[in-house]
């Protein structure tokens, strides 16, 4: 019985020997535990540079609107659809449906240099802002007794692959004001260019 177990403990011995200089599956072990990190690494770095690249969109789009409006005498609603909908074509190849976008015409109040809305539209057709009521524009746009082109705009950006970012998406937002280039005020509907 003891010389089998001296046979059995030099194989034991033998083999752990062996394993111990065995190197052969040691590249595919490094590889598995590399491999999830370097994919995630990989992906993030994908959804990140897309969710640069909407953002420089949203930021274009909110450029975009207040330049077309700005560049006009007067605009209907028939006008105002055009601009949104071709600043949402500069969204391309990412989907334009959650874009929300507003354009506003502020008048800057001569004494309080409170900027104040004329008229205002959303890119769904519906009245944006209430006429009237007063948004926080920069000290350095509030000339007194002018006027600016506002756009804001909005978009929900949702990852492809939502466990790197956010599943639920990640709101992108920016603002551009422009002032009227050929006229005082850009007219909508039966406002003039007077104080509210």
Request: net charge positive; charged share 15%; aromatic share 10%.
């Amino acid at each position: 019985m003891s010389v089998c177990l001296n046979a059995l403990m030099s194989r034991v011995r033998n083999a752990v020997t062996r394993l111990r200089g065995d190197e052969r599956g040691l590249a595919a072990t490094e590889f598995a535990m590399i491999v999830p990190l370097m994919l995630v690494m990989f992906f993030g770095t994908v959804e990140f540079s897309s969710g640069v690249a909407v953002d420089r969109k949203v930021t274009l789009v909110a450029r975009t609107l207040s330049d077309l409006t700005s560049q006009s005498l007067s605009v209907t609603d028939t006008d105002l659809t055009n601009f949104f909908a071709s600043s949402s074509l500069i969204f391309w190849p990412y989907a334009s449906t959650p874009i929300n976008a507003t354009v506003t015409q502020l008048y800057i109040n001569p004494t309080t240099l409170k900027a104040t809305v004329q008229w205002s539209r959303k890119s769904d057709g519906s009245t944006g802002r209430a006429n009237g009521s007063q948004v926080t524009s920069p000290a350095n746009l509030a000339v007194a007794g002018t006027y600016l082109i506002y756009s804001e705009v909005s978009y929900v950006y949702v990852p492809a692959v939502g466990y790197v970012m956010a599943k639920a998406g990640v709101t992108l937002s920016d603002v551009n004001y422009t002032r009227p280039r050929q006229s005082t005020c850009v007219l909508y509907g039966t406002t003039s260019c007077t104080t509210v």
